[in-house]
């Protein structure tokens, strides 16, 4: 890390390592990325990564359409480490590649569903204009109900903390991987 030492496992404060090994435990698997800066503060991370497991794996979005918000995100903050954890998993979640792209570059996708499409516009548009207007929230509404927004919102939000975490803290690719996005 570029502002913050590799975590040394056996150099953590036992409450460190109680959360560490609960995110090890859980669907990650393994901690790296903003959860080795969130270590830092055993309870931030304790309870963002709880948070987190909600976003990435509870919410009643499909993973396609979550993976979507959270490239548009990562796009948005230009958070290569986010980009380059979830891109593959968006892809992999049913994404179109090509469309993948257009999100990274800032160029408008022409999706071929209608819930993907709705999701870009309703994330573009909270982020870029701090509001959603109207008309794109009776979309998002209609297309996925008020609940998937409510929590689309919440995957908005999440992700903007891992990526400004990603950013303020320098976290870096893993050694050899391009940088998505230009300095």
Same mark, same amino acid.
């Given at each position: 890390?570029?502002?913050?030492?590799?975590?040394?496992?056996?150099?953590?404060?036992?409450?460190?390592?109680?959360?560490?090994?609960?995110?090890?435990?859980?669907?990650?698997?393994?901690?790296?990325?903003?959860?080795?800066?969130?270590?830092?503060?055993?309870?931030?991370?304790?309870?963002?990564?709880?948070?987190?497991?909600?976003?990435?794996?509870?919410?009643?979005?499909?993973?396609?359409?979550?993976?979507?918000?959270?490239?548009?995100?990562?796009?948005?903050?230009?958070?290569?480490?986010?980009?380059?954890?979830?891109?593959?998993?968006?892809?992999? %979640?049913?994404?179109?590649? #090509?469309? @993948? &792209? *257009? +999100?990274? !570059?800032?160029?408008?996708?022409?999706?071929?569903?209608?819930?993907?499409?709705?999701?870009?516009?309703?994330?573009?548009?909270?982020?870029?204009?701090?509001?959603?207007?109207?008309?794109?929230?009776?979309?998002?509404?209609? %297309?996925?109900?008020?609940? #998937?927004? @409510? &929590? *689309? +919102?919440? !995957?908005?939000?999440?992700?903007?903390?891992?990526?400004?975490?990603?950013?303020?803290?320098?976290?870096?690719?893993?050694?050899?991987?391009?940088?998505?996005?230009?300095?």
């Amino acid at each position: 890390m570029a502002r913050l030492p590799d975590i040394v496992p056996d150099k953590l404060s036992p409450e460190q390592k109680r959360v560490y090994d609960a995110i090890v435990a859980g669907p990650r698997g393994r901690v790296q990325g903003p959860l080795r800066v969130w270590l830092e503060s055993a309870e931030l991370a304790d309870r963002a990564q709880a948070l987190g497991a909600f976003c990435r794996f509870g919410t009643s979005l499909p993973p396609r359409l979550s993976e979507l918000a959270i490239l548009v995100t990562g796009a948005h903050w230009k958070a290569g480490f986010e980009w380059w954890a979830h891109a593959p998993i968006g892809i992999k %979640a049913g994404l179109d590649p #090509a469309m @993948v &792209e *257009l +999100v990274r !570059i800032g160029q408008q996708p022409a999706f071929k569903n209608a819930d993907e499409d709705i999701v870009y516009a309703f994330s573009r548009e909270a982020w870029d204009t701090k509001r959603v207007s109207e008309k794109t929230y009776r979309r998002a509404v209609d %297309a996925l109900g008020q609940k #998937a927004v @409510v &929590e *689309l +919102v919440g !995957i908005l939000g999440y992700y903007g903390l891992i990526s400004m975490t990603i950013n303020v803290f320098e976290v870096p690719l893993p050694a050899g991987e391009p940088e998505p996005f230009a300095r």
